[in-house]
């Protein structure tokens, strides 16, 4: 089997970000292999919205930021794993950007991908793999293994790095096995994806989600976001509700919230100043909005987090 042991995103280079281009992600592998492995030790995680037609299975090492998969918006830290199904759209997004010249690894994450038939449809239709059927379908809504399977797919994960062929497969196949048997997941989006995406909607969706994650913390207008996608308003809405399944202002809002509820665990700032950090120009509408996406107040998820009762 195939391990590429540096990113094949950044190459271990020093990287200037721009808001980038979507694409239909084609995964590089071995002509030899049925499936890849690979070690990505980056300045920040790979920003661009993406889908591929393999399944994904992401464990992170280092870093922390926000995840997009179809119409979930969330975080993940260091330890989570991550299961992507099959044209599902998706991005990790740190949540520093580094500086053009910088040097410092910040991003570190094996990920395995394989083709849902990579053992071929007769293995698929064999009675004894039936739970395989519905991990497959599981990973179609993303889903995020919660422990104790987390931390053994990560040692797993970690083995996979260090192996060779038939051996890979081997532990490979355990990974499915975990999965396909396991009830400790979260599933992520609502819904199921839709078909692959155009390179053309792929590159609005991404400078939409670029630029609302850069500048959530300021105003946006709804006129402002539409000219960024070059669409007049009333299509912009349209467009953006098809494709996401919710309103701009329902995304920008999580975006904001998601940042406030960081900024809640750090403990630094008061509450009315992490409303105001965030984009929110007034405490009711902060309050509300805060509420409305996490069942509580500002304060109870502070005390909560301080209690240990909320994980990051």
């Known amino acids: 089997m195939y391990l590429s042991n540096k990113s ?19 995964i590089p592998r071995n002509q ?3 499936f890849h492995v690979q070690e990505d030790l980056m300045p920040t995680f790979y920003s661009k919205l993406h889908q591929h037609h393999e399944i994904q299975i992401t464990y992170i090492i280092k ?36 500086s053009i010249d910088s040097s410092e690894m910040n991003a570190h994450s094996l990920s395995l991908y394989f083709d849902p038939n990579f053992l071929g449809q007769r293995f698929l239709d064999l009675p004894e793999v039936h739970q395989l059927h519905h991990f497959i379908k599981k990973s179609y809504k993303g889903l995020q293994v919660n422990h104790p399977i987390a ?17 890979q497969l081997i532990t490979m196949l355990q990974i499915i096995n975990a999965l396909s048997h396991t009830d400790h ?12 995406l155009s390179p053309n909607l792929e590159k609005r969706l991404n400078d939409v989600f670029s630029y609302t994650m850069e500048h959530y913390n300021q105003v946006i207008t709804l006129d402002q976001i539409a000219q960024l ?4 308003t009333s299509a912009f809405c349209k467009y953006f509700k098809l494709h996401t399944r919710k309103t701009y202002v329902q995304f920008l809002n999580e975006i904001r919230i998601g940042n406030a509820c960081k900024l809640l665990r750090e403990n630094q700032l008061t509450i009315e100043q992490i409303a105001y950090a965030t984009g929110f120009n007034n405490m ?29």
Request: charged share 20%.
């Open 185 to 196: 997941y979260t599933l992520l989006s609502k819904t199921l994806p839709k078909k692959s």
């Open 151 to 167: 931390a053994q797919i990560a040692v797993m994960m970690t083995q996979l790095k260090e192996q060779k062929a038939f051996d």
């Open 32 to 34: 030899e292999a049925s």
């Open 63 to 98: 870093g922390s930021g926000t995840i997009l998969l179809e119409d979930f918006i969330g975080e993940f830290h260091p330890g989570n794993v991550f299961v992507i199904g099959p044209n599902v759209s998706h991005v990790f997004r740190s949540n520093e950007q580094p």
């Open 284 to 312: 009711a509408n902060f309050n509300r909005k805060f509420k409305q996406i996490n069942n509580m107040t500002p304060s109870a998820y502070r005390k909560q987090y301080a209690l240990n009762l909320i994980s990051k």
């Open 229 to 232: 996608a070059n669409m007049t």
């Open 8 to 26: 094949i995103l950044f190459n271990h280079k020093k990287v200037q970000f721009y808001p980038m281009r979507a694409l239909n992600f084609k």
